[in-house]
């Protein structure tokens, strides 16, 4: 199944951008009267067919449509600080895409060693994975901003912080139920430190634990990720 992402897309003819018709027509080789498929982020899925093959604009005729295609009953916001190793944020974002999240807030508190990311590459890697995982949503990723800026906006839903340090906490499966929309928040590598925390536990965030071991931060992520995923099956 080949799937191309295509935000703009209008009408019953589209044509794919440059980079998108050369990786159908120089990389897959595909050709005229080939069955593609075409997602737009926002939840449409779209069965089209190739009526012209040009390597800079090639075209195709849209079959069928499915809107919402592969919605999921609940909301669940991402507040995580990026690595300093930008890789491993990378990699975060491709699983987070795959598992399912629909937007994710980076932030900097007072142990971040990374305040500046480059968001038109995060979101290259986030297309690609959302291609990969054939979801027709792409997950927001909203600019960088300061930790008390994240916790003192308005949220939809239940919100967590996750941390390493001795508290009265509860697990993650036992803070979210089916349905609920939730905003977690995951510390950078050195964690958030206890300042932070009183001041979200004031801002009405709730102390979570994801499990005995003490995790990186994009693994944390991956966990928080999965597991409100499997609370939703």
């Known amino acids: 199944m080949h799937i191309f992402y ?14 998108e018709s050369k990786h159908c027509t ?11 498929y075409l997602v737009d982020g926002v939840g449409g899925f779209y069965s089209a067919r190739i009526i012209d093959d040009n390597p800079k604009r090639c075209k195709v005729v849209v079959y069928h449509t499915e809107n919402e295609f592969g919605k999921r009953n609940y909301i669940l916001t991402m507040g995580i600080a990026p690595t300093k190793n930008i890789e491993r944020f990378e990699w975060y974002l491709e699983k987070a895409t795959e598992i399912g999240v629909d937007r994710i807030i980076p932030f900097f508190s007072q142990q971040s060693e990374r305040k500046i990311i480059k968001a038109e590459r995060l979101n290259k890697i986030i297309e690609s994975a959302m ?32 941390h390493c340090m001795e508290s009265e906490k509860i697990l ?19 964690d958030f ?17 994801l499990g005995n071991n003490r995790l990186r931060t994009e693994t ?14």
Request: hydrophobic share 40%; charged share 25%; proline share 3%.
């Open 26 to 36: 120089r990389v897959l080789r595909l050709k005229i009267h080939d069955i593609v």
């Open 172 to 190: 993650l499966k036992n803070a979210v139920h089916k349905n609920n929309n939730s905003i977690i928040l995951i510390g950078p590598e050195g």
């Open 220 to 233: 944390a992520g991956i966990v928080a990720c999965h597991t409100i995923s499997l609370i939703n099956q």
């Open 131 to 162: 291609k990969q995982s054939k979801s027709a949503y792409h997950p927001v990723l909203e600019d960088i901003i300061s930790f008390n800026e994240l916790i003192s906006r308005n949220y939809e839903g239940i919100k967590l912080i996750a």
């Open 193 to 209: 430190n206890t300042d932070e925390i009183r001041k979200a536990k004031l801002k009405g965030f709730t102390e979570i634990s």
């Open 6 to 19: 295509t935000p703009d897309i209008s009408g019953s003819e589209f044509i794919l951008n440059e980079e």
